[in-house]
Each structure stands twice: as C-alpha cells, then as structure tokens.
C-alpha cells in the first residue's frame, strides 16, 4: 500500500507478473532469416551476440575489446558495469567467438586508419558527435526484424531469455541458469570462485546455443537450394 498524493486513502497497486516470452522454436527459423536479411551488419551481429551470450542489452552495447579474451572464449562485464555489482564471467560459444573475430579483424584496420574508436568498442557509434561513444539505441533495427518475421510481443531483452530457456529445456539446473546469465547470489565468494567453476556453464551454454543455431542452419540451407 502507498499513499495517494490526490486523497487520504492508500492506493493498492497490482503485482506485476514476471515476463516469461523467449523465442519459441517455430519462431526460431523465422527470427534468424529476418535477422540474415538485416540490411545493417552491426545490429545483425549485436542481435546475435546478444542471443548467444544472454547478457544485458546494455552490457553487450557497451561491450569493450578490453574485456574479451577469445583465447579462453571469455569476456568478463567488470563489476562495475554489472547490475549485481560483481564481475561476471560469460561464455563465448564458437559462433560468438567467430563473430567476434572477424569484428576484431575490422577494428584493427579501423583503427590502423585512425578511427580509434574501434580499437576500444565492440560496437561503436557510428556518429563521431554522439554523447555515447558505443551503439545506444536498436529499436529501429529491432522494429524492423520482427517485421519482416512477423512475429508479436517480443523485446530485446526477450533474447536474454531465449538462452536461459533452451538451457532449462535441456535440463540445466537453475544455478547453472543463473551463472551463465550473471544473476549474483549476493555472496562475495562467488566472485572469487567464478572462473573456476565455468566448466558446466559452458556445457550448459554450449548445448543450448546448438540447439539454437540449428534453426539458422535450416535458414542458411533452405535459401542456398
């Protein structure tokens, strides 16, 4: 109950109920061919990045060179950018790791031309006189993906859930769920510990993503034959 700044009675708020959408498997061929189709390569590869790794919107928007170890297929949010104020370890599947590549590969030559922007951001802005430095915004991007799916009531953090989702449908405990997408316990051991107990997150994210991009493969072959 809270006070109601109009009167003398209290106002009795209803509870919000937990958001449970992620993309279901029949959307899943439909999400990755409208996202193939996705005229802008940086909002194709933040999308996808965003599905395989199931972090925060705005911690892949943010995401730094700095914090990406491709040898360990490892990039770590400082706890400073976490919302549990705790480093979290994040598990690059093959597919991320491939995408990440070939963006190094082009910040390198950006930045060899001196556009220094892209030796420090994985999505930079694309807008020397914009008040953040990494992309901000992909709602237009977004608004046209699901366009061209057709599919409803979907929200970018929906992919977030997607990965956390396959993981539950094949079988992984909710603590495994929960350190592969971040979710702190409010213990500052586990922190410590982190990097040490990455093995069943990565199995766990491993089997998920490859049933994810199944789907995209279906896509890929479908329009080559």
Known sequence: ???????????QFFAERPRSRYLLGDELPKFFKALNEEPNETFRDFF?????????????????????????????IPAEKSKNH?????????????????????????????????????FPSKRFDAKTP????????????????????LRVHD???TLGSYQAIGGASLPIIGKSLGHGDGSEATAIYARLQLDPVRESVNAAAHVILTA????????QS
């Open 1 to 11: 109950m809270q006070p109601n700044p109009a009167g003398h009675k209290a106002v």
């Open 48 to 76: 996808q990045l965003a599905l395989l790794t199931g972090a925060r919107r705005g911690n892949v928007q943010s995401m730094r060179w700095d914090e990406v170890n491709l040898r360990e297929s490892t990039w770590i």
């Open 134 to 153: 990494h992309l901000t915004e992909p709602k237009g991007a977004w608004e046209r993906i699901l366009a061209r799916a057709r599919i409803k009531n």
């Open 159 to 161: 992919l977030r859930r």
């Open 216 to 223: 995209a493969t279906k896509v890929e072959k479908a329009t």
């Open 86 to 122: 705790e480093p979290v370890y994040v598990h690059l599947v093959d597919a991320a790791k491939v995408l990440l590549e070939r963006r190094l590969k082009d910040a390198q030559r950006r930045k060899t031309d001196g556009d220094e922007r892209y030796g420090e951001w994985v």
